[in-house]
């Protein structure tokens, strides 16, 4: 059995500019800066003389053949990596992930191709191309609407300005601020208890890029992106915070079912009881609220919202092997 783990993640500034629709027609490209959280996603993957494919998440499927899968992120691997049977995968959380607005799905696929090529023996994958490839199953093979963020923060890890060129390459800067801790102690999550399909909001914001007016909301949401990453390099904490509201603001004129007055109450609230700034994750519509709040204002903030909140750090170790029990190495 190979136990294969990647990082949640949590995105501050840039979210849509990683789309192809806007970054391949951007002069810049696009950028987003986030960063992997200490919540993980695990794949076990182990071989069987069974001649079956069993995968094991929230549903459980026993086929033959792996066109035959339904969960598509994992016909796609095994079609990939030539895989139609003897094998079993299955799938843990530490968190509940549908919908969330945590980058599950990619956190999945990068989790599940680092332990399908350490179980095949072909040596090691760089971080590069684990993100690369997780992005060639999701956007290309399973034909997702979505950018290329999420793929890239689940493989490298840590807290990272991720810039998207017009020649889709990707370019990593991380963040080695040593202000980031402090940034840690001044971001709240908090659950809405509503997901939502990022996967339909994604295609709308796609299709938005035609209009001038909405491809411009992008770019300087992007702009905002390079804006804050001097603030937190600069020890301008507040001024990130304040940058988050306003990039907020702009995201929500995208298009239809980013937020909705349910969401806006809620982030109204917050702002009332001392936040700064705050968004929806991902691609908005539900999941979670991610809040910049002063930690002297936090326990008004948490008990003005009424909701669960979620305990969490950043800058997480990317994608890895925990364990080969082939081999009986844990690995740290």
Same mark, same amino acid.
């Given at each position: 059995? @190979?136990?294969?783990?990647?990082?949640?993640?949590?995105?501050?500034?840039?979210?849509?500019?990683?789309?192809?629709?806007?970054?391949?027609?951007?002069?810049?490209?696009?950028?987003?800066?986030?960063?992997?959280? $200490?919540?993980?996603?695990?794949?076990?993957?182990?071989?069987?003389?069974?001649?079956?494919?069993?995968?094991?998440?929230?549903?459980?499927?026993?086929?033959?053949?792996?066109?035959?899968?339904?969960?598509?992120?994992?016909?796609?691997?095994?079609?990939?990596?030539?895989?139609?049977?003897?094998?079993?995968?299955?799938?843990?959380?530490?968190?509940?992930?549908?919908?969330?607005?945590?980058?599950?799905?990619?956190?999945?696929?990068?989790?599940?191709?680092?332990? @399908?090529?350490?179980?095949?023996?072909?040596?090691?994958?760089?971080?590069?191309?684990?993100?690369?490839?997780?992005?060639?199953?999701?956007?290309?093979?399973?034909?997702?609407?979505?950018?290329?963020?999420?793929?890239?923060?689940?493989?490298?890890?840590?807290?990272?300005?991720?810039?998207?060129?017009?020649?889709?390459?990707?370019?990593?800067?991380?963040?080695? !601020?040593?202000?980031?801790?402090?940034?840690?102690?001044?971001?709240?999550?908090?659950?809405?208890?509503?997901?939502? !399909?990022?996967?339909?909001?994604?295609?709308?914001?796609?299709?938005?890029?035609?209009?001038?007016?909405?491809?411009?909301?992008?770019?300087?949401?992007?702009?905002?992106?390079?804006?804050?990453?001097?603030?937190?390099?600069?020890?301008?904490?507040?001024?990130?915070? $304040?940058?988050?509201?306003?990039?907020?603001?702009?995201?929500?004129? @995208?298009?239809?079912?980013?937020? $909705?007055?349910?969401?806006?109450?809620?982030?109204?609230?917050?702002?009332?009881?001392?936040?700064?700034?705050?968004?929806?994750?991902?691609?908005?519509?539900?999941?979670?609220?991610?809040?910049?709040?002063?930690?002297?204002?936090?326990?008004?903030?948490?008990?003005?919202?009424?909701?669960?909140?979620?305990?969490?750090? @950043?800058?997480?170790?990317?994608?890895?092997?925990?364990?080969?029990?082939?081999?009986?190495?844990?690995?740290?």
């Amino acid at each position: 059995m @190979i136990l294969s783990r990647a990082p949640l993640r949590v995105s501050f500034f840039g979210g849509g500019s990683d789309l192809p629709a806007f970054y391949r027609k951007s002069k810049n490209g696009g950028v987003v800066l986030s960063t992997a959280i $200490d919540k993980f996603m695990y794949l076990a993957v182990i071989t069987t003389p069974k001649a079956h494919i069993k995968l094991m998440y929230s549903e459980i499927e026993i086929t033959h053949g792996a066109n035959n899968i339904k969960h598509d992120i994992v016909r796609n691997v095994l079609n990939k990596y030539n895989l139609h049977g003897n094998i079993e995968i299955g799938s843990f959380s530490d968190i509940p992930t549908i919908g969330t607005g945590l980058g599950s799905s990619s956190t999945f696929a990068v989790a599940l191709i680092n332990g @399908i090529e350490h179980l095949r023996r072909d040596g090691s994958i760089s971080k590069q191309k684990l993100a690369e490839a997780a992005c060639e199953v999701e956007i290309t093979l399973c034909g997702k609407p979505i950018g290329k963020q999420d793929q890239y923060a689940a493989a490298y890890g840590g807290t990272n300005l991720i810039e998207f060129r017009t020649d889709d390459s990707v370019d990593i800067t991380p963040v080695d !601020s040593v202000f980031l801790q402090y940034l840690n102690d001044n971001l709240m999550l908090f659950y809405t208890d509503k997901t939502r !399909s990022a996967n339909d909001i994604l295609a709308k914001q796609s299709k938005a890029m035609d209009e001038t007016s909405k491809f411009k909301l992008v770019e300087e949401m992007a702009s905002m992106t390079y804006t804050a990453y001097e603030h937190l390099n600069e020890y301008e904490l507040d001024s990130f915070g $304040d940058l988050l509201d306003q990039s907020w603001m702009l995201k929500k004129q @995208i298009t239809k079912g980013i937020s $909705d007055s349910t969401f806006d109450d809620i982030y109204d609230t917050a702002k009332k009881n001392g936040a700064l700034g705050g968004k929806l994750l991902g691609a908005g519509g539900g999941g979670y609220f991610l809040f910049y709040v002063p930690e002297e204002r936090q326990e008004r903030v948490a008990k003005s919202l009424s909701l669960q909140q979620m305990k969490f750090n @950043i800058g997480a170790e990317g994608a890895e092997i925990v364990y080969d029990a082939y081999t009986g190495v844990f690995y740290e």
